[in-house]
C-alpha cells in the first residue's frame, strides 16, 4: 500500500467516526428501495465498473444509507483488500442492518485473514442475526484452522436459528473448499444432516461440503451416511449423498448405490451415484458402468463412458471399442473410443494402430465438427498418431478442429509413456518434432492454439528448454495478441516468457482495465424485471434477468442479444448434472468480442437449478459466454456473476447437448 492511500484511508476513518458516531437518523440508517434508473444506484455501480477503490471508500462514510450499502456492496466484486479497514469499521460501526450485513459480505469475498478479526470483535455485540449469518460465511472465506476449529465446537445454535445455523454450514463449506477442514466440522455436517428438523438449506451446504471437500475421510460415516439417504427424497440433496457415500469406501454404501441406481429416475443423482461408484475397485463396478452405457438419459450414459475412459483396462479394451461403434451417441462413442485407444498397452502397436484406423475412418466420414473435435482429442491418446493430428490442425480451418488437434498434440506430448511408443533412435527426432510444433501454434495468431501450446512448453518434465535456443517467438505473439479479448492467451505466455527465462520474480497474471462502459439506456428501456427468452430445437428456455444484482452483466446480456448476436451459435460446452454453456462465437470455449466486463458478485447463491452465470477465465474477464446450471453448485458462489434464473422450459435446459443451436434471444 502506498503512502497517500494510508493517509486517504486514515481520513476516511476519521471521517466514518465523525459521521456515524453522530445520532443515527432514518436517513443514515434505511437504505432506499433500488431501481436501475436510481441516481445513486448508476453513480455507485458506474465507480464499482471502474474500479476505483478511492471514490468507493468515500461512499462507505456518505450519510446517505443507501450510498454506504451500495459502496460496500462495490467491494463483494471489487476485491482489494485495501478496503479491510474501512469495511471492518461499518461493521463494527455502522446503525443500518444491511450496510453491516453488505459489510460482512465484502469482507468475505476479500478473503484475506486480514478480515478475521474484525468480524470476530464485532460478532458477539452484533444484534441481527442475518449480519451474524453472514459475518460466519466470511470467516469461512478467510479464517484459519483456528477459527474452523472454534466454530466446529459450536453447539449453542437450535435448529430454529435457521440464519445462524445457515452461516455456520456455509462457512464449514467455505473451509472446506480452501482445504481447510476437521473431523469435529465434518461430523457437525453429517449431524446436520441427520437432523430432520434442520432446513434444507442448511442441509444443502452440509451435503456439497461432503461430496466437494478433498480429502475427507468418511469412513467412520458411512452407517450415518446410508442411514440420511435411505431417509432423504429430495434429488438436489441425494446427488450430494452419493458421492459421500463413495467416498466412504464401505461395503454397505456401495450396496446402497447400486440399488440405488435402478430404482432412480432423475438422471442428476443417477451421474454422481455413477461417480459414487467409481471410487470402488473396477472389478467391483464394471457391470454397473457397462449397464449405465444404455441408460435412456444421455448424460447419464456419458458419465459411464467417461469413466471408462479415465479407470478402463487393457483387458477389456476390445469391448469398449465394440460398445462404441454400437452406441447411438456421437459423445459417448468417442468417449469410449479413448478408453479403448487410451488404455491399450504401449506394447501392443498392432492393436493401438488398427484402433486409431477406425477412428480416423470415423473422423473423415462424421460431418459433426464437434464429433470431429472429440475423435482429434481421442487420437492423441496414441503419440504415433501426432503426424496426422498435425497435419489436421494446421491445415483445416476450422476453429474447433484447430483447437481439438492442439489438445490432443498437447495430451500425446504429455502422455506418461510418451518415450515408449518410439525407439531409441528416433525419439530425439519425434521430440524435435512436437517442438517445432508448438512454435508454429503460438506463432498461428490463434488464440487457442498459443494457449494450450504456451501452457504445455513451460512444463518442466517435458524438457522444452533444450529446444528453444531464445524466447524471441513467444514475445512476437504477445505482441500480436487482440487485448482485452485475448487476456487468458497473453497471460500463458508470459507464464512460458518467465519459465524460459528463469525468472526468479514472476509476474502477477495481466487484468484488464475498464474498456466498456455499462449502458443505462439499455436497462432503462425495460421495468427493473426483465424477461428473455432461449429459442432451441429442443424447446423454449425462459429467463428472468437481475438488473439490479448485475446491471453490466444484464445490459450486455440484453444488447447482445437484440443485435442477433447468439443467433445460430452453439451450445459447446454441456457437463453432465453441472453446467450447459453457450455464447461462444468461435464455437470452442475460447471466443468472445474484443471488450471485458467486470465481475458482479451480489448475496446471491448458486443454491438451486437454473440459475444463470457469466463464463470467465479470472475476475473482470466476463464478455460474452454464459451457463445454466443443471443442480446446486455452491462452488461457484462469489466467484462466478449470477445475472439471472430460468424460470420456465428447465426441461429443455437438462436435454441440451454439445453441439446443439440457439436459434435465437427474445428479450421481452
Known amino acids: 500500500m502506498n503512502y497517500i492511500k494510508i493517509i486517504w484511508i486514515v481520513l476516511l476513518g476519521y471521517l466514518s467516526i465523525s459521521i456515524l458516531g453522530c445520532r443515527a437518523n432514518e436517513k443514515s440508517i434505511a437504505v432506499e428501495q433500488l431501481t436501475t434508473s436510481s441516481e445513486a444506484f448508476q453513480e455507485v455501480l458506474e465507480i464499482q465498473d471502474r474500479r476505483d477503490t478511492r471514490e468507493l471508500l468515500s461512499y462507505l462514510s456518505d450519510k446517505e444509507a443507501t450510498k454506504r450499502y451500495l459502496g460496500a456492496m462495490a467491494f463483494a466484486s471489487h476485491i482489494d483488500t485495501t478496503a479491510v479497514d474501512s469495511l471492518g469499521y461499518i461493521l463494527n460501526n455502522d446503525p443500518g442492518e444491511k450496510i453491516r450485513e453488505a459489510a460482512a459480505f465484502a469482507l468475505g469475498q476479500l478473503r484475506t485473514n486480514k478480515a478475521t478479526p474484525y468480524i470476530l470483535r464485532s460478532f458477539s455485540k452484533e444484534p441481527s442475526r442475518k ?28 435448529v430454529s436459528d ?4 445457515l452461516g455456520l454450514s456455509r462457512s464449514i463449506y467455505r473451509f ?22 434442520i432446513p434444507k438449506e442448511v442441509k444443502l451446504y452440509a451435503a456439497s461440503y461432503l461430496e466437494r471437500t478433498k480429502g475427507l475421510d468418511l469412513t467412520e460415516h458411512e452407517r450415518a451416511l446410508v442411514t440420511i439417504y435411505e431417509k432423504t427424497t429430495d434429488p438436489e440433496l441425494k446427488m450430494f449423498l452419493v458421492v459421500a457415500l463413495g467416498k466412504t469406501k464401505g461395503a454397505d454404501a456401495r450396496k446402497l448405490l447400486r440399488a440405488s441406481f435402478n430404482m432412480e429416475n432423475d438422471y442428476r443423482v443417477k451421474v454422481n451415484i455413477l461417480q459414487g461408484l467409481g471410487m470402488y475397485e473396477y472389478a467391483t463396478v464394471k457391470d454397473m458402468m457397462l449397464k449405465a452405457l444404455d441408460d435412456k438419459s444421455s448424460h447419464v450414459a456419458v458419465r459411464a463412458a467417461s469413466y471408462f475412459r479415465q479407470n478402463g483396462i487393457d483387458a477389456d479394451t476390445r469391448i ?19 478408453a479403448a485407444l487410451g488404455k491399450t498397452l504401449a506394447t501392443k ?78 525419439l530425439e527426432f519425434i521430440e524435435t518434432d512436437f517442438s517445432d510444433v508448438f512454435v508454429d501454434a503460438i506463432r498461428s495468431g490463434n488464440p487457442a492454439m498459443i494457449g494450450t501450446a504456451a501452457a504445455t512448453i513451460l512444463k518442466p518434465e517435458l524438457n522444452f528448454k533444450d529446444f528453444y535456443d531464445n524466447t524471441s517467438f513467444i514475445k512476437a505473439a504477445m505482441g500480436k495478441l487482440s487485448l482485452p479479448k485475448d487476456i487468458e492467451t497473453y ?22 482495465r475498464h474498456n466498456h462502459d455499462i449502458d443505462w439506456s439499455i436497462l432503462q428501456n425495460h421495468p427493473d424485471t426483465i424477461e428473455a427468452s432461449i429459442k432451441t430445437a429442443k424447446g423454449t428456455i425462459k429467463l428472468h434477468l437481475y438488473p439490479l444484482v448485475a446491471p453490466g452483466s444484464v445490459a450486455n446480456f440484453v444488447q447482445l442479444s437484440k443485435s442477433g448476436f447468439y443467433d445460430g451459435l452453439n451450445f459447446h460446452r454441456v457437463v453432465p448434472n453441472f453446467v450447459a454453456q453457450g455464447g461462444c462465437p468461435r464455437g470452442d470455449g475460447w471466443g468472445g468480442l474484443n471488450y471485458t466486463i467486470r465481475s458482479e458478485h451480489g448475496q446471491l447463491y448458486y443454491n438451486t437449478q437454473g440459475l444463470l452465470g457469466m463464463a470467465s477465465s479470472g475476475p473482470d474477464t466476463e464478455c460474452t459466454q454464459w451457463f445454466i446450471t443443471h443442480s446446486p453448485t455452491p462452488h461457484l458462489d462469489g466467484r462466478y456473476t449470477i445475472f439471472g434464473r430460468v424460470v420456465g422450459g428447465m426441461s429443455t435446459v437438462h436435454e441440451l447437448g454439445v453441439g446443439d443451436l440457439i436459434d435465437g434471444i427474445v428479450v421481452e
Do not use: C
Open 131 to 158: 449480519v451474524q449469518s453472514a459475518m460466519l460465511e466470511a470467516i469461512g472465506k478467510s479464517g484459519s484452522k483456528k477459527e474452523l476449529d472454534f466454530l466446529s465446537a459450536v453447539e449453542t445454535y437450535r
Open 162 to 165: 435457521t440464519l445462524l445455523l
Open 176 to 197: 472446506g473448499l480452501r482445504n481447510i477442514h476437521s473431523p469435529k466440522g465434518t461430523k457437525k455436517m453429517v449431524d446436520y444432516l441427520l437432523t430432520p428438523e
Open 320 to 338: 469398449y471399442f465394440d460398445k462404441a461403434f454400437a452406441h447411438p451417441s456421437w459423445i459417448v462413442r468417442a468417449d469410449l473410443l479413448g
Open 349 to 426: 502397436s498392432k492393436t493401438n494402430y488398427y484402433y486409431s484406423q477406425q477412428i480416423i475412418n470415423k473422423y473423415n466420414t462424421t460431418t459433426n465438427r464437434y464429433e470431429k473435435g472429440a475423435l482429434l482429442n481421442v487420437l492423441g491418446e496414441w503419440p504415433p498418431n501426432y503426424k496426422f493430428l498435425t497435419d489436421q490442425t494446421f491445415k483445416n480451418s476450422d476453429t474447433i478442429i484447430q483447437t481439438t488437434g492442439i489438445d490432443a498434440l498437447a495430451k500425446a506430448r504429455e502422455h506418461k509413456n510418451f518415450a515408449s511408443y518410439f525407439t531409441a533412435y528416433n
Open 491 to 512: 497471460n500463458e505466455l508470459q507464464r512460458a516468457y518467465d519459465f524460459f527465462e528463469n525468472s526468479e520474480t514472476k509476474k502477477d497474471p495481466r487484468k484488464p
